[in-house]
């Protein structure tokens, strides 16, 4: 299995996509984050659904975790109504990183090497063969992967 095989299409946004609408996305698509691309299709940055979560949560919640349970749920329903004034770059980290990248002709173990190594349940596969620096095709996500992996290697049963 090469990695464009296993690619699939996955949502992405920009540093300019509105922050409201990412949320929306994270969440009708039940992702675990989105990759943030450039221009040109590239990947940037990957905001997790916990970044985005973490950002709507108050900076006092976030230092003292008690007080959550008295937040009321008249206002936790209010918690995103702030996301509509900001962007996804609003919501990244200064020094974040771009997601891993896999050419198109990497292997399913070097997918998974590249995936434990970072720390990443998503690798972005690159439209070139050859290089890892070209426009996004796709994705792999460590589930997709786990399952095609699984797949293969179960015992064959007559």
Do not use: N, W
Not at 17 to 26: P, Q, Y
Not at 28 to 41: F, N, R, S, T, Y
Not at 66 to 90: F, I, N, S, W
Not at 111 to 123: E, H, K
Request: charged share 20%.
């Amino acid at each position: 299995m090469r990695a464009h095989e296993l690619a699939v299409e996955f949502p992405t946004v920009t540093p300019d996509t509105g922050a409201l609408e990412a949320a929306r996305l994270l969440a009708e698509h039940h992702l675990p984050g989105l990759i943030v691309i450039d221009a040109d299709h590239r990947p940037v940055a990957v905001l997790s659904a916990p970044q985005l979560l973490g950002a709507v949560i108050p900076g006092y919640v976030r230092d003292d975790p008690a007080l959550a349970r008295v937040y009321d749920e008249g206002h936790a329903d209010q918690l995103c109504a702030p996301l509509a004034a900001k962007t996804v770059a609003d919501l990244l980290p200064s020094d974040h990183t771009a997601p891993p990248v896999v050419d198109a002709h990497a292997t399913a173990m070097e997918i998974a090497s590249l995936m434990a190594q970072a720390r990443s349940s998503v690798v972005a596969v690159s439209a070139d063969p050859h290089r890892t620096d070209a426009p996004m095709t796709g994705v792999v996500t460590a589930s997709d992967l786990l399952a095609r992996l699984l797949s293969a290697g179960a015992p064959q049963t007559t």
